[in-house]
């Protein structure tokens, strides 16, 4: 069974950046259209950003458009998000998945606080 591991979150103030690095088996990650999704404190999981599987084409919400950066090395089998202007409401746990999300592969995530 595959696995993913979320890494890279943090306090961090209004404005500021984090790197969010995603490592994925194998299994998962080739051919896969792969995403970050987030969880703010008493909301739904929500989709962040999604990138095709050779990274020539990504797509965001409208609430992190201009903000985030979503990437990937196929040759390391990693995902990246790379957050800057960091926002209060960024506030969330993040995870990757694939898209559309597989229920198996929801991992721990990487808890991202953003201080006002």
């Known amino acids: 069974q595959g696995q993913l591991v979320e890494s890279g979150g943090g306090l961090v103030q209004t404005g500021g950046s984090l790197r969010l690095s995603c490592a994925a088996s194998?299994?998962?990650?080739?051919?896969?259209?792969m995403a970050w999704y987030r969880q703010p404190p008493g909301k739904a999981r929500e989709l962040v950003a999604s990138?095709?599987?050779?990274?020539?084409?990504?797509n965001y919400a409208d609430s992190v458009k201009g903000r985030f950066t979503i990437s990937r090395d196929n040759t390391k089998n990693m995902v990246y998000l790379q957050m800057d202007s960091l926002k209060p409401e960024d506030t969330a746990v993040y995870y990757c998945?694939?898209?559309?999300?597989?229920?198996?592969?929801w991992g721990q995530g990487t808890q991202v606080t953003v201080s006002s």
């Open positions: 998945n694939m898209k559309p999300p597989y229920r198996v592969y």
């Open positions: 194998v299994s998962i990650f080739r051919g896969n259209i």
């Open positions: 990138i095709t599987r050779t990274g020539d084409a990504t």
